[in-house]
Nanobody, 125 residues
Framework: QVQLVESGGGLVQAGGSLRLSCAAS????????MGWFRQAPGKEREFVSG????????DYADSVKGRFTISRDNAQNTVYLQMNSLKPEDTAVYYC??????????????????WGQGTQVTVSS
């Protein structure tokens, strides 16, 4: 069992930056691929970024490539999402998710077993 708690969301102007954190409980964090998803009002949840268990492999949605960076600190059981050059269309609730696998980076929500409660990111124009 893994519990995930996101933090770092907030209100920022377009062009600004935010860093989201996701703290995981449990000693099996290193066995999990981790991902960030987001859901805007009236839209389906979408994949933003993912990272494999070691941090050696990452994946990004086309809409955030070059602006967002995912990383993880296995010693601290934490995964991060650095978001730069934010746009109003990045406004959404951002969710951290964990998938118990050590191969690859899952990009579909059904591949993830554990989810955080979400943190709101609002980008003003």
């Amino acid at each position: 069992q893994v519990q995930l708690v996101e933090s770092g969301g907030g209100l920022v102007q377009a062009g600004g930056s935010l860093r989201l954190s996701c703290a995981a409980s449990g000693r099996t964090f290193i066995s999990y691929a981790m991902g960030w998803f987001r859901q805007a009002p009236g839209k389906e949840r979408e994949f933003v970024s993912g990272i494999n268990w070691s941090g050696a492999s990452t994946d990004y949605a086309d809409s955030v490539k070059g602006r967002f960076t995912i990383s993880r600190d296995n010693a601290q059981n934490t995964v991060y999402l650095q978001m730069n050059s934010l746009k109003p269309e990045d406004t959404a609730v951002y969710y951290c998710a964990g998938a118990p696998r050590r191969v690859g980076v899952p990009v579909e929500s059904y591949e993830y077993d554990y989810w955080g409660q979400g943190t709101q990111v609002t980008v003003s124009s």
